[in-house]
T-cell receptor
Framework: SQTIHQWPATLVQPVGSPLSLECTVEGTSNPNLYWYRQAAGRGLQLLFYSVGIGQISSEVPQNLSASRPQDRQFILSSKKLLLSDSGFYLC????????????FGSGTQLSVL | DAKTTQPTSMDCAEGRAANLPCNHSTISGNEYVYWYRQIHSQGPQYIIHGLKNNETNEMASLIITEDRKSSTLILPHATLRDTAVYYCIVSDGGATNKLIFGTGTLLAVQP
């Protein structure tokens, strides 16, 4: 069966520090991968998605970047965190076919202070 | 921008059916209706989706109106564990499977 791993569960970082969040999927090949962010009391915002290794699509301009160095690995990064980067970050995957459901990880609660 | 309109919150008594409405008046012919839910501090969980026929699975039923401009998610016997934010999303289900979430409905199941 397929599983998705996302870590860390919580993270407290100072403003201006770098960020690296990692997500890996097991039990499937060539999945679509996604990064979402949820600010406090808000809905989920799609940040990035990827349909293959090295293929990254950005949905909104921001202080973050994403990379997919391996088929089942998706990384969210920032060189210098802003206060506004605080939020709940969720990784998700789907089969690379049409009309497939998304499976979400357990999320990372990021607090930038 | 989200293409759906949902009530901000709803209450339901434990053991009763929970009926969550969603308006999607601008839905296109090739767009599906998806429902997900998010329990506090967890990732969203897929519930059900449909195109124009009513659908049922082990979690819920989805009723889509004939003109497809609205739908209702039905949880037949709500439990306290069903307390969550429920998201109604319309998408053409293309190969990217991108889903744009709105703010959803907070369903509070009361004992």
């Amino acid at each position: 069966s397929q599983t998705i791993h996302q870590w860390p569960a919580t993270l407290v970082q100072p403003v201006g520090s770098p960020l690296s969040l990692e997500c890996t999927v097991e039990g499937t090949s060539n999945p679509n991968l996604y990064w979402y962010r949820q600010a406090a009391g808000r809905g989920l915002q799609l940040l990035f998605y990827s349909v293959g290794i090295g293929q990254i699509s950005s949905e909104v301009p921001q202080n973050l970047s994403a990379s997919r160095p391996q088929d089942r690995q998706f990384i969210l990064s920032s060189k210098k965190l802003l206060l506004s980067d605080s939020g709940f970050y969720l990784c998700a995957w789907s089969e690379g076919r049409t009309n497939e459901k998304l499976f979400f990880g357990s999320g990372t609660q990021l607090s930038v202070l | 921008d989200a293409k759906t309109t949902q009530p901000t919150s709803m209450d339901c008594a434990e053991g009763r059916a929970a009926n969550l409405p969603c308006n999607h008046s601008t839905i296109s012919g090739n767009e599906y209706v998806y429902w997900y839910r998010q329990i506090h501090s967890q990732g969203p969980q897929y519930i059900i989706h449909g195109l124009k026929n009513n659908e049922t699975n082990e979690m819920a039923s989805l009723i889509i109106t004939e003109d497809r401009k609205s739908s209702t998610l039905i949880l037949p016997h709500a439990t306290l564990r069903d307390t969550a934010v429920y998201y109604c999303i319309v998408s053409d289900g293309g190969a990217t499977n991108k889903l744009i979430f709105g703010t959803g409905t907070l369903l509070a199941v009361q004992p």
